[in-house]
Structure formats: C-alpha cells, structure tokens
C-alpha cells in the first residue's frame, strides 16, 4: 500500500506535461539505439584507451609511469618536431595552392573549370600510400626526374611533404571553394566604384571575406596531415613522425600500452584543431546575409589566361602522379625492363593477402555504405526533426561530431583494447568483417552526419507538422517526402562512405585478420617487403573501382535527380 | 501501415545481421590450422598446396609477417594463444618462446633422419625442430655500382668504407629476422664490443632500415639503392628473375638462422598440427625446401641452388643459437637506442 502512496503523486505529476505519444517513443527508441552504438563504437574504446596507457603490460595502475618513460626518450622529442614541421611545411603550400586554384575557378573566367574541379578531387580516390609510392618513381635512386630535387633525397622530409600535398588538395580546395562561392558581389561593386585598385579589393575584400574559410582549411590540412601514416611510411626513410611511431611501437614491437601513450599525444593536436575549426565554422554561416548577390566574374584576358596555366599546372601533376602508378603497375622491372606485362598484379604471390583482400575490400566498402547511409541518415533525421527531448537530442549530435576529432589510427587501437578484453561480451565481433565495418561507418560518421543534416535542415519543418495534424505517422511522412527529396544527400553520403572505406588504412591496419585482409593494408605490407611496383598495381586498383563507383554515383544522381528532383526547378 | 513498415524494418535489420554473422563463421568443413609464418609470401601457396595434396582434410590459413613481428605478436598473445603451429620462423626465436612456455614437445615421424644440430637437444620429444637454414648474404647492384664508381665488396670490413655512404641498407633487426642474425653473427665474428664499433660506423653508411628482411635485396635489385644486406635465397630469386646484382657472401663468415616449427601448448587441433609436424620432415618436403633453399635439416637431400653465392656454406658461422636467444632482448633494445631514431643529429 505505502507503494502506491508514494506512486501516485509522481504519476499525477507526469499528467500535467505534455503526453509524449507513442511515435515519440519509437522515434526515441531509435534515436537511443543509434546513440548506444556509438557509445559502444567510440566512447567506451576511447576510455579503454585512455586507461591502457595508465597502466603495465600485466595491466596495474602505473600512474604516469608510460607517460615518463616516453618523455624522456630522446627519440620523441624529435618525433613530435618532425611532426609538426611536416604539417606546417604542407599546411602553408596546400593553403597557397589550393587557394590560387579556387580563386581560379570561381574568380576568373578561364575555360574547362569543371574538368579542372574534377582532376583536382582525383587523389581522393587514392589510398595516401599511391601518390607516396609513385612519388618514388619519379624522384626515387631510380626515378624519372630524381635530378630534379638538386641532390636531396626523396625519403625524408621533403618527400613526405610533396606526398601530402598531394593528399590533402582536395579537401583544402573544397573548402575554398565553398568559402569564395559564399562571397557578396555588392561588396566588390563597392570597392570598384570607390576606385580601389584591384590588389587593394583582393587584400581589403576578398581576403578578410575568406579568412573563415583559410582557418578552416588549416585546420583541416594540420589534422590530416599530423595522423596520416601512409605516406611517411613510404617516403619517410629515417625521418620519425609521430603516426608512424604509433605504428611501430604497435605492430613492431606488439608494445600496446606505448602506443597508447603515442596515440594520446597524437590525439591532442587532433582535438585542439577539431575544436578551433568548430568555433570557426559556426561563425563562417553567420556571415552571408539574405541580401547577398553571388560574385560574377568578368573576362579579362590575362588574368584568366595565367589562371588556366596555374590549374593546368596543378591539374597536370596531379594527373602525372596518377598515370605515373598507373605506368609503373605494369612494367615488369623497374628500371631494367621497362617492357609492360600483368606480372604485378599476380597478388598472390606477394604478402598482403593476395586478390582476396580487394574482393574483400569491396564487401567492407559496401557494407559500410549501406549500413552506414541508413544508419546515418536516420540518426540525422532525428537529431534535426524528433520533437522534445532536448537533452537526448544534444548528446546524440555530440556523439555524431566526436569521431572527427579521432584519429583513425587512434580509432584502430582503441579497437584492439575494448573489443579484445577478455570480459566484453562483443568480443566474438573481433577480428571479424563487422568490427571493420563498424570501426569504419564510425570513423567517417561525422562528415556523412553533417552532410545529412545540411540537408535536411534545407526541409522546411512544415512537412513535418502538416503530416502530423493530417496524423500521417513520421516514417510514412520520412518514406514519402523526406528520403525522396533528400536523395541527392544520401547518394553523396553513401558514395562518401564507400571511397572512403576503399581507401582506409589507419583505423583497420590494427583491426583486420588473417580472413579479412583489405586492399590498401595489402599496398601497405607489399611496399613494406620492397614490393614496389604491386603495391602500386593493388593502389591502381582501388582507385580505378573508387572512380567506377564515383561514375555509377553521378549517372544516378542524374537518372534520379530527373525523376525526384524536378520541383527543384521552376 | 505501420506494422508492414516495421516488418520490412525487422526483416532488413535482422538479414543485415545474419549475413554479417555468416561472414564471420564461414564454413567449417575441413579443419582449419592457423599456422604463424615468417616464410616468404612467394613461397607460401606452393607449401600449402604440397601438403594440402597429401592431408587434404586440413586446411592451412597463413599468418605471415617479418620475424620480429611474428615474435612479437606470440609474445603478446601469450596467455592467450590463438595460432595452432608455429612454423617457418627462427629457431632463436622459437628458443625464446619455448623457453615461456609456449609449446609442447612432439617428435615427429622420422625426426631420427634429420641432423642434431637441427632440432632441440635440451627438451625431450623436442619443443621445436629445424626445416631449413636461411643465410645472410648481401645484394650488390653492378649496374647502379658503375654509376657511382662503387668496388665490389667482399667482406663486412668492406661496407664501412666511406665510398658506400648512403649506398647500403640494411633490414631493422627488431623488425627482420635477417636483420638481427646480421646482427648476432657479427657479435659471435667480432666480440660484442668490436661489433658494436663496426655498426657505428657501418651506421654511417646505411640509408635506412628497412622493415622487412627481403626488402634491402629487392631495393637494390631495383637499383633504389646499390648494396642491399639481405638473404642468400632473395638474391638469388631476384638474380634469376634478371636483377643485374651480385650476391655475396662476405668473407668473415655469414650468420644465419634455421627456419623451425613448433607446436602451440593449447591448440585445439592437436592432430592437425601433428599432420603439418609430421610431413615438415618428410624427404618429400625436404626436397621443396631445396628449391630455393641451400641447407636442409635432412642430411644428403640438398643440392646447389642456382645463383646462391659460391662458397656460402663454408663460410656460415659455427651459431650459438642459445646465447642469441638468451641475449635478443638486450641487444635489440641497445640497437634500437643507439640506431632507430636515426633522425637524430647527433649520432
């Protein structure tokens, strides 16, 4: 009886809010389900993590122990300064290129800008290793243009530097592209009717309207580049970085626990920037007024003329680096028979897995898309569209943003510690194709959530409370207007994912098993037995499966644009 | 409505999660044998289609890397072993574990035809049993050496001269096992102290260090850089394959190491390892070792390999296998303080 006494006011209480429906439950029970999964996929792994460098290899607490050893290893010190030159060296050129490239592109009326902005995403369907290894044919002891670099070697600091380069325009260019695309012409009406110089509009004008976009853009490169392992571990030699250090510690010498405390110290910057880039983006959208009139540029001979020789240029190389892995893939011994044959691509014979690790790379790629796009969009839909719980709602979207700022290779051994105790019940999942998929659809789950969610914040929420007065239930509403319209979205996220998985190598190197070997490990294990040239035959064919996918992704966005699309024109 | 959506629902989530747990079962038709390997990548597939042909209810699934990772990785599954049979990598190694704990001793069919140096004197049935010795040789590019003037080397002594500077590369020993019987014969040529003097300056001429132990062959058979210390079998293969390099063996003695099997304590599939155990002596196997491999545990097998520099079995080290493995720890973490962090100006 005293049960029922004390019940009945706190039900009485409940009474006078507001009734949460029955849909409202389910959506929350989804919601939550999605919120548990990546609680399980990176906030437990984290804190495994965290612990494990706190402890010994018979796993006690040791306090600071690991953290002190490491310090005072002289070898450290170096690492982290070779670390942070190489992001700086490539962050300052990538800035200066890519921002010329995109000025090119939006600010002149040089011709072909749609080939241009095609070739300059192409390294994005490169695993990082390809454009390192083709990087040594063309200025390795061996290389075609070796007397290019003056007498300085490739392996080191300035092949390294040229490799990411290569890796990271894509990704420093969009976002310029993005940031100069949102600039106001009124502006430069202004300064032109003032009379200012041209160089006076770039610096008074153009510049100060980019600044969001270059801070993001340097963020972006600094973290790309300080927990990329693929490219130092091809070019670096003797030169030391951190992320291949966390590598070595783990795969070499099997040391968990140091490469714990490496990976912590990598995870700083990661997050340091991640968080920068945040503040700055927020302040990016606030930029643009209504009132805005999209910049139209105007012909003027010279100027477009030396923009299409800079995007040539670059567009050039870019194309060269490809065709270079392309050519070298199949020549039969580089540099004394130069005679092409298929002998590279006998995988079989080489260490990585053989042809059984692309075929299993396709099935991690497809089963990342698919899973990952459902899961993904849906988790957006209702972060953006659920109504009420508030709270929920803000700690999924947190959870959606965190796995930006991991690093992969962090990511991968977070992995080994949380799904390889001993005591986790998921521990069947290890070593298996899920763990893959799971660790990837995470690692990418951000840029694929934010992509959802621009798109769906482009909906007018009306949709949303007409259903509801028509008592339409959500997911007819979800199944009829939301995924129709947004299916541009979901094909870009599902293709994101897919290239991504392809291409992968930081996160799963720790992660994949004897029967699950993967493509672009097997590129890493092949250069890493000397094994130059399949390795970048095993590269050749990732990024010709990553560019099919990309084709077959365009040709449907048409078909469907045309059949979904159409109440976007008028 | 709403329940057909939900059906639809549960039906996708519910297939999604079977074929993903399918994927990871596979079918368990055949006992599957996890063997640990350090063997070559090109030699793995001929071995397991010989002894598949012979056993052909076992089937072998590879786990391959450089010796010093696969040691590395027994080391840390060690109270939770996942492979059944070791096999195909160092005997110092092998010493090493077996000396934890790891294995258990089996002696297989015929062992009483192979060598004694070849197989485990302390433990009886022996914890690990030899299959064939890999040898130290070094890589020379002739080619590249008439680009940059470079003599032919003909002994250790040789690659410290300051004319091979930024010429030679050489496997990481704590990655390679090529790069620590590199190192270990040079201690048991040398004294320790002395050997420690001729890595300094041999330091100095070294490029980099690769990971693996057959990549310095291959770099120099390319011609990415001219003096590669390797093994003798990756010289010759890449000698036969038209590599313009010669392989040496230098004059003070070359160390070398047996590549050995040993069975896991607590495989589950005891007779499966036992199979593999039993037809790794066999004169059949024995004679696919030969193929590329100059020194087999079974006496009056083996035959020249074409292309193995001449004279290398004369010049093979009497090798302390106990002592290596005694003291592999210790000299591997001074290697790494003293050379790995070569990025160090100062050394």
């Given at each position: 009886m005293t049960g029922t006494a004390t019940l009945a006011p706190a039900l009485s209480g409940l009474a006078v809010k507001e009734k949460v429906s029955r849909e409202d439950w389910i959506m929350r029970g989804i919601l939550l389900a999605i919120a548990l999964f990546l609680t399980v996929s990176i906030l437990l792994p984290l804190y495994f993590l965290m612990s494990k460098g706190f402890q010994d290899k018979d796993g006690t607490f040791t306090g600071l122990a690991n953290f002190t050893e490491f310090f005072s290893t002289p070898a450290l010190f170096y690492s982290i300064q070779n670390s942070l030159v190489i992001t700086l060296w490539t962050s300052g050129i990538v800035l200066i290129l890519a921002f010329t490239f995109a000025y090119g592109l939006t600010r002149s009326c040089m011709p072909f800008k749609s080939l241009f902005k095609g070739i300059a995403l192409v390294p994005i369907l490169m695993p990082s290793l390809l454009p390192a290894i083709s990087l040594v044919y063309f200025f390795g002891k061996q290389g075609v243009i070796t007397s290019?670099?003056?007498?300085?070697?490739?392996?080191?600091?300035?092949?390294?530097?040229?490799?990411?380069?290569?890796?990271?325009?894509?990704?420093?260019?969009?976002?310029?592209?993005?940031?100069?695309?949102?600039?106001?012409?009124?502006?430069?009406?202004?300064?032109?009717?003032?009379?200012?110089?041209?160089?006076?509009?770039?610096?008074?004008?153009?510049?100060?309207?980019?600044?969001?976009?270059?801070?993001?853009?340097?963020?972006?490169?600094?973290?790309?580049?300080?927990?990329?392992?693929?490219?130092?571990?091809?070019?670096?030699?003797?030169?030391?970085?951190?992320?291949?250090?966390?590598?070595?510690?783990?795969?070499?010498?099997?040391?968990?626990?140091?490469?714990?405390?490496?990976?912590?110290?990598?995870?700083?910057?990661?997050?340091?920037?991640?968080?920068?880039?945040?503040?700055?983006?927020?302040?990016?959208?606030?930029?643009?007024?209504?009132?805005?009139?999209?910049?139209?540029?105007?012909?003027?001979?010279?100027?477009?003329?030396?923009?299409?020789?800079?995007?040539?240029?670059?567009?050039?190389?870019?194309?060269?680096?490809?065709?270079?892995?392309?050519?070298?893939?199949?020549?039969?011994?580089?540099?004394?028979?130069?005679?092409?044959?298929?002998?590279?691509?006998?995988?079989?014979?080489?260490?990585?897995?053989?042809?059984?690790?692309?075929?299993?790379?396709?099935?991690?790629?497809?089963?990342?898309?698919?899973?990952?796009?459902?899961?993904?969009?849906?988790?957006?839909?209702?972060?953006?569209?659920?109504?009420?719980?508030?709270?929920?709602?803000?700690?999924?979207?947190?959870?959606?943003?965190?796995?930006?700022?991991?690093?992969?290779?962090?990511?991968?051994?977070?992995?080994?510690?949380?799904?390889?105790?001993?005591?986790?019940?998921?521990?069947?999942?290890?070593?298996?194709?899920?763990?893959?998929?799971?660790?990837?659809?995470?690692?990418?789950?951000?840029?694929?959530?934010?992509?959802?969610?621009?798109?769906?914040?482009?909906?007018?929420?009306?949709?949303?409370?007409?259903?509801?007065?028509?008592?339409?239930?959500?997911?007819?509403?979800?199944?009829?207007?939301?995924?129709?319209?947004?299916?541009?979205?979901?094909?870009?996220?599902?293709?994101?994912?897919?290239?991504?998985?392809?291409?992968?190598?930081?996160?799963?190197?720790?992660?994949?098993?004897?029967?699950?070997?993967?493509?672009?490990?097997?590129?890493?294990?092949?250069?890493?037995?000397?094994?130059?040239?399949?390795?970048?035959?095993?590269?050749?064919?990732?990024?010709?499966?990553?560019?099919?996918?990309?084709?077959?992704?365009?040709?449907?966005?048409?078909?469907?644009?045309?059949?979904?699309?159409?109440?976007?024109?008028? | 409505m709403r329940s057909k959506f939900l059906k639809q629902l549960a039906a996708i989530t519910a297939g999604g999660l079977l074929v993903l747990g399918l994927g990871a079962s596979g079918a368990q038709a055949k006992t599957d044998l996890l063997v640990y390997t350090a063997i070559e990548a090109d030699e793995l597939a001929k071995f397991k289609k010989a002894f598949e042909g012979d056993y052909p209810d076992v089937n072998i699934k590879w786990v391959r890397d450089s010796t010093g990772i696969m040691t590395s990785k027994l080391m840390a599954e060690k109270n939770n072993p996942k492979a059944d049979i070791v096999w195909g990598l160092a005997a110092t190694s092998l010493m090493k574990l077996s000396n934890e704990g790891y294995f258990q001793g089996y002696a297989p069919k015929g062992i009483e035809k192979l060598g004694k140096l070849y197989y485990d004197q302390k433990n009886n049935p022996p914890q690990w049993v030899g299959q064939r010795a890999w040898i130290a040789s070094v890589c020379f590019n002739t080619v590249e050496a008439g680009k940059y003037k470079l003599p032919l080397p003909t002994s250790w002594a040789d690659l410290t001269k300051p004319v091979y500077k930024g010429h030679v590369i050489m496997p990481n020993p704590n990655s390679s096992g090529t790069g620590f019987l590199d190192v270990s014969s040079w201690m048991q040529l040398m004294g320790e102290d002395n050997a420690w003097k001729f890595m300094d300056a041999l330091h100095v001429n070294i490029s980099r260090y690769t990971h693996s132990g057959s990549a310095p062959c291959k770099l120099a058979a390319s011609g990415e850089v001219p003096v590669g210390i390797s093994f003798a079998y990756r010289g010759a293969k890449s000698k036969s394959g038209g590599a313009p390099i010669e392989v040496i063996a230098p004059s003070e003695g070359v160390g070398w190491d047996l590549e050995s099997f040993a069975i896991v304590k607590n495989t589950k599939n005891l007779a499966a390892a036992r199979m593999l155990a039993d037809w790794s002596v066999s004169a059949k196997a024995m004679k696919i070792y030969n193929e590329e491999y100059a020194v087999v545990a079974m006496p009056g097998i083996a035959k020249p390999v074409k292309n193995f520099p001449p004279g290398i079995l004369e010049k093979m080290i009497q090798n302390d296998f106990a002592w290596a493995a005694k003291n592999q720890d210790r000299i591997l973490n001074k290697w790494r303080d003293k050379y790995d962090a070569k990025s160090d100006p100062k050394k």
């Open positions: 290019w670099l003056f007498g300085y070697e490739i392996y080191g600091p300035i092949g390294i530097v040229m490799g990411e380069i290569i890796y990271v325009f894509p990704h420093a260019m969009t976002i310029m592209l993005i940031a100069m695309a949102m600039s106001d012409a009124r502006l430069y009406e202004a300064s032109e009717a003032l009379g200012a110089s041209k160089l006076k509009t770039f610096f008074t004008v153009t510049l100060p309207g980019m600044r969001y976009g270059l801070v993001s853009a340097f963020f972006v490169t600094f973290t790309l580049v300080i927990t990329d392992f693929g490219v130092p571990k091809v070019l670096g030699g003797k030169y030391n970085v951190l992320a291949t250090d966390v590598y070595k510690q783990v795969v070499g010498r099997q040391d968990f626990e140091m490469g714990a405390v490496v990976s912590m110290v990598l995870l700083v910057p990661a997050v340091l920037a991640f968080f920068a880039d945040r503040l700055v983006q927020r302040k990016q959208v606030a930029m643009l007024s209504t009132r805005a009139v999209p910049y139209v540029p105007k012909p003027s001979r010279g100027f477009d003329m030396a923009m299409l020789g800079f995007c040539g240029l670059v567009g050039f190389i870019i194309l060269a680096i490809l065709g270079m892995a392309f050519f070298a893939s199949f020549v039969k011994f580089w540099p004394y028979d130069l005679t092409l044959g298929l002998k590279n691509y006998q995988f079989d014979l080489m260490d990585g897995g053989g042809w059984a690790s692309y075929f299993n790379s396709i099935e991690l790629a497809s089963w990342t898309a698919v899973v990952g796009t459902v899961m993904i969009f849906i988790g957006a839909y209702l972060v953006e569209k659920s109504n009420g719980f508030q709270a929920g709602r803000s700690a999924m979207q947190f959870l959606c943003i965190m796995p930006m700022a991991v690093p992969g290779l962090v990511l991968g051994l977070a992995y080994i510690f949380f799904f390889n105790h001993p005591d986790n019940p998921l521990g069947f999942l290890y070593h298996t194709m899920p763990i893959l998929v799971i660790c990837t659809v995470t690692h990418f789950y951000t840029v694929a959530h934010l992509t959802a969610v621009t798109a769906l914040k482009q909906m007018d929420p009306e949709f949303e409370s007409v259903s509801a007065s028509l008592k339409v239930p959500f997911y007819k509403t979800f199944r009829r207007v939301t995924v129709p319209v947004c299916v541009p979205a979901i094909l870009d996220i599902s293709m994101y994912l897919f290239v991504n998985a392809m291409t992968t190598v930081s996160a799963v190197v720790f992660l994949y098993s004897p029967d699950t070997t993967l493509a672009s490990v097997a590129v890493l294990n092949m250069d890493d037995a000397g094994d130059t040239a399949p390795a970048a035959a095993m590269g050749m064919m990732i990024v010709i499966t990553a560019a099919g996918v990309r084709l077959i992704h365009s040709l449907l966005t048409r078909s469907l644009a045309r059949r979904t699309q159409a109440w976007r024109k008028r | -």
